[in-house]
Nanobody, 113 residues
């Protein structure tokens, strides 16, 4: 599976961005898809995951500000990010199948005034 993430960019604190990730093939809805991020000098961390039959899973640091969704028919997963702050600055990676699964190339999100 190849994953292509897009939607990153420069945004001011308090702003919003929507990340998109396109998969090269259909992903069974039971397989987890998600977003991770890696800030400079830090380890990659989970942001949010989604799979059918379960509530989405969110990191505490973004709870209430980010929303993950997926469209299986379009082979897409999205991350709506609101109320961004400088601590959200990172490269965001799309993922299928968990940490041992498939990864996209990452899209940079920079939150700065």
């Amino acid at each position: 599976v190849q994953l292509q993430a897009s939607g990153g960019g420069l945004v001011q604190p308090g702003g919003s961005l929507r990340l998109s990730c396109a998969a090269s093939e259909a992903i069974n809805s039971a397989i987890v898809m998600g977003w991770y991020r890696q800030a400079p000098g830090k380890e990659r961390e989970l942001v949010a995951t989604i799979r059918s039959g379960r509530d989405p899973n969110y990191a505490d640091s973004i709870m209430g500000r980010f929303t993950i969704s997926r469209d299986n028919a379009k082979k897409m997963v999205y991350l709506q990010m609101n109320s961004l702050n400088v601590e959200d600055t990172a490269v965001y990676y799309c993922n299928v199948g968990g940490r041992r699964g498939f990864w996209g190339q990452g899209t940079l999100v920079t939150v700065s005034s």
